[in-house]
């Protein structure tokens, strides 16, 4: 490859977002080169998030149903050990395969893989830093950064004993004690791991709901489920200090009624969020407009304000949502070739891979409260559902709120089994501005999960049957 290489488009980031736009530049006929500093494809989410985490979650629900559930169910299994360095490289292969399998994409594709650091220079100039030290020029140029965890002041990550969320898929031994800062997502997810393979998981969460800003019907019933299954929460509880010795860590903290807490363990994971992750891609030098936050503004087709330079994803406004970047990057691939493109955020699903699942799309109560919205309520709980009955996971409920006048859709959100799969139904239905009526018009194929669905729609007019 020459010095210096003429682009139609530069997109800096692998992510879901980043090599996702590259592929369909791509398909349109551009000449696309993406360039990643890490020495593997996917990002964050393939490598260090999303994957490698949903990997050791149904890992480990394997080894918890073993050890706890199979005997209802009639089979004796005798004592059951686990093999952590075997439940590792599984995780690992896992994601080795889906990289080469990403890598192969961009070949398929003819996308010039560039490996090293991007640093925008001009509005259509890229120099690489590192493995292949370029001189890059394009068209246009998308920036498909991501994100990085927040630490915690005072509480730097030492990848030991203060980690963050990739740290939390390596330890090498199951922790004794496992102190988690933070009850959103990833602080349950990555809790539920360790807490299903043996160690004593607590949560210390300012806030006094999980999931800040979600439903709150929904995040008491899953705090009870959570609590029950053996974590342990101080809600309301602020961190006011973290302490390494030789043998872990002791969290300082106070509560919400003023009385302070000391809890030791061997390492603490902090997930109190992500940040835009943009220093150093020289976008502030160059003139790119950035909001207080730190993340790159741009307008309703991912324009920033240099017209030639585009971003999408976590260094954007919005949810940091690994198939919310990767529809943006779609919808920015093809408005850079001139064609439509857009992403529809009301029909974005949210889903948490704890056990049960948490997924939702649209808003929950509190949320049409602030806005002023009338809504009624449908509900359904998976204990009146005949498949998780025989699934013997009859936790949860699946919740829906409509608009009282038209009926149209509001919010859907599933706390239970396979809540992940379950939520692509009313996503669809958003997508198409459906009305509770529809759900509950569509035939439900007889047993399964997606029936409890059916009979919360017919709830918005309390003509459940099977209730």
Known sequence: MPDETQYDLIVIGAGPGG??????????????????????????????????????????EHYHMAQTGLAGHGIQVGQVKLDLATMMARKDKIVGELTRGVAGLFKKNKIDWIQ???????????????????????????IASGSEPIPLPGAEFDGNKIIDSADAL?????????????????????????LRLGSQVTVVELLPALLAGFDKEITRTALRIFTKQGMTFHMGTKVTGVTKNKSGV????????????SIKGDAVLVAIGRRPYAGGLGAGEIGVAFDKQGRIVVDGQFRTNIPSVYAIGDVTAGPMLAHKASEEGIAAAEIIAGKPG??????????????????????????????GKDYKI?????SANPRAKTMGETDGLIKILADPRTDRLLGVLVLGPRASDVIAE???????????????RSV????????????????????????
């Open 116 to 142: 090293g650091t991007a640093r925008l220079v001009s509005p259509n100039e890229v120099r690489v830093a590192g493995g292949d030290n370029l001189h890059l020029r394009g068209k246009q140029i998308l």
């Open 19 to 60: 090599y996702v736009a590259a592929i369909r530049a791509a398909q349109l006929g551009m000449k696309v080169a993406c360039v990643e500093k890490d020495q593997a494809l996917g990002g964050t989410c393939l490598n260090v998030g999303c994957i490698p985490s949903k990997a050791l979650l149904e890992s480990s």
């Open 342 to 371: 857009h992403v529809n955020y009301e029909a974005i699903p949210w889903i948490v891979y704890t056990w049960p699942e948490i997924a939702w799309v649209g808003r929950g109560e509190e949320q049409l409260k602030e806005q």
């Open 378 to 382: 449908g509900k359904y709980p998976f």
């Open 426 to 440: 009313a996503a669809i239905a958003f997508e198409f501005n459906a009305s509770a009526e529809d759900l509950a």
């Open 444 to 467: 439900h194929a007889h047993p399964t999960l997606s029936e409890a669905m059916k009979e919360a729609a017919l709830g918005i007019d309390k003509r459940q049957i099977h209730l």
């Open 170 to 194: 390596e330890f090498k031994k199951v922790p004794r004690h496992l102190i988690v800062i933070g009850a959103g997502v990833v602080g349950l997810e990555l809790g539920s791991v360790w």
């Open 250 to 261: 002791t969290v300082a903290a106070e509560d919400a009624d003023g009385k302070a807490l």
